[in-house]
């Protein structure tokens, strides 16, 4: 069964503290990996897209990186406005509709 | 431009009373659409998705129910709302390179 999974579940930083997010997936097929961001209330907001292994992508103090099994997003020298759940998901080859598969999430909290 | 409306915004509805959630996307044609939910301190489940006009697929067997009347309508409905039903339900539109872009979300509260 395809699976996707995000550690930690929450994590708090101070700002200025820098650190990794991890989503790894056990799938067959991957056709892309998706990270977004989501403020409390609101709809997941796109940040990045991987597509093979060794890829990375920056935006800002964000990186996002992929390997065969697992992706990171790297936060260097996080601001306050970075706190949000930031989400991964997977799209796969095969099947129908285009679905994304989406982990739980990461709770980041970035205090002054 | 291409945009995703999502309404209402909030909704607290009795147990056993009918649902209806609309989402509207502009800019685009035959689009893939989606909802999605999420429960409190949990991941995106998938609900429903269309690939076209009356054509619905369903993930997971529940007490909802979508339909498509129209190539940029996505409509999720249900006829008796169970307390079980209670979360924040999101439509989204498949765009490409971007994977999904969501709609703003309705918090549904059942009591």
């Known amino acids: 069964e395809d699976q996707v999974t995000q550690s930690p579940e929450a994590l708090r930083l101070q700002e200025g503290e820098s650190s990794s997010l991890n989503c790894s997936y056990t799938?067959?097929?991957?056709?892309?990996l998706f990270w977004y961001r989501q403020d409390p209330g609101k709809g997941p907001e796109f940040l990045f897209t991987?597509?093979?292994?060794?890829e990375e992508k920056e935006k800002e103090r964000l990186k996002a990186t992929l390997t065969k099994k697992e992706s990171f997003l790297h936060i260097t020298a996080p601001k306050p406005e970075d706190s949000a759940t930031y989400l991964c998901a997977v799209l796969l080859w095969g099947g129908g509709g285009n679905k994304l598969t989406f982990g739980t999430g990461t709770q980041l909290k970035v205090e002054l | 431009s291409q945009t995703i409306h999502q309404w209402p915004a909030t909704l607290v509805q009795p147990v056993g009373s009918p649902l209806s959630l609309e989402c509207t996307v502009e800019g685009t044609s035959n689009p893939n659409l989606y909802w999605y939910r999420q429960a409190a301190g949990r991941g995106l489940q998938l609900l429903f998705y269309s690939v076209g006009i009356g054509q619905i697929s369903s993930e997971v067997p529940q007490n909802l129910s979508a339909s498509r009347p129209q190539d940029r309508q996505f409509i999720l409905s249900s006829k008796k709302l169970l307390l079980s039903d209670s979360g924040f339900y999101l439509c989204?539109?498949?765009?490409?390179?971007?994977?999904?872009?969501f709609g703003s979300g309705t918090r549904l509260t059942v009591v």
């Open positions: 989204a539109w498949r765009t490409g390179n971007y994977g999904y872009t």
């Open positions: 799938v067959s097929g991957l056709r892309g």
């Open positions: 991987l597509y093979s292994a060794g």
